[in-house]
């Protein structure tokens, strides 16, 4: 027969597992923090990864968007002195050109024009247009009023295409991403 364990013998026992068991867990316990450091490090990386190429596809961005900008302002400021030219012109007009040749517009040529420049029908209130609903419009007014709108359109058409320039650029980067 085998002796019988004694109380002290079974403590130990007990103690030695109980100690080897707590070991066990706290190495588990330290592997798992270390591995859950490890991965968020890594995802850590990865997000910062994402973030720099967002970063250097805004600044790729910004600098076309700075060009495009440049080249716009260079399509404006060499058109600005043909500009002036002709509202020169259209003043030299008025001092130049022989009484004789001259004339004075009808009131309607005015609210025609008005209409075209606006794109608005005239006013219902300003009576049919051969009423001569409107003052008449010397020639030289005319001419100041058509240089300034036509200006205002090359200007307006000037940022139209500045536009669809910056929508072709955009819509190429897309296109290299997809």
């Given at each position: ?6 109380l002290f013998g079974i403590n130990t026992a ?118 001569r609903a409107a003052d008449p419009v010397e ?28 929508y072709k650029a955009i819509e190429a980067a ?5």
């Amino acid at each position: 027969m085998l002796p019988s364990p004694t109380l002290f013998g079974i403590n130990t026992a007990v103690l030695k597992w109980t100690v080897i068991a707590a070991l066990v867990a706290a190495a588990v316990l330290a592997t798992y923090r270390h591995g859950h450091h490890v991965c968020q490090g890594e995802v850590a990386a990865a997000q910062l990864d994402i973030a720099l190429a967002y970063a250097e596809k805004i600044v790729a961005n910004g600098e076309k968007a700075d060009k495009l900008a440049a080249e716009n302002n260079a399509l404006r400021a060499a058109q600005a002195p043909k500009d002036r030219t002709i509202i020169k012109e259209v003043t030299r007009y008025e001092f130049l050109e022989p009484p004789g040749n001259r004339c004075t517009l009808p009131g309607t040529w005015r609210l025609l024009h008005d209409a075209a420049a606006t794109g608005q029908p005239p006013a219902t209130e300003a009576g049919p247009l051969a009423a001569r609903a409107a003052d008449p419009v010397e020639d030289t007014a005319a001419l100041q009023t058509l240089a300034d709108n036509y200006i205002a359109c090359r200007n307006d058409a000037a940022k139209l295409e500045a536009w669809q320039r910056r929508y072709k650029a955009i819509e190429a980067a897309h296109e290299k991403t997809d």
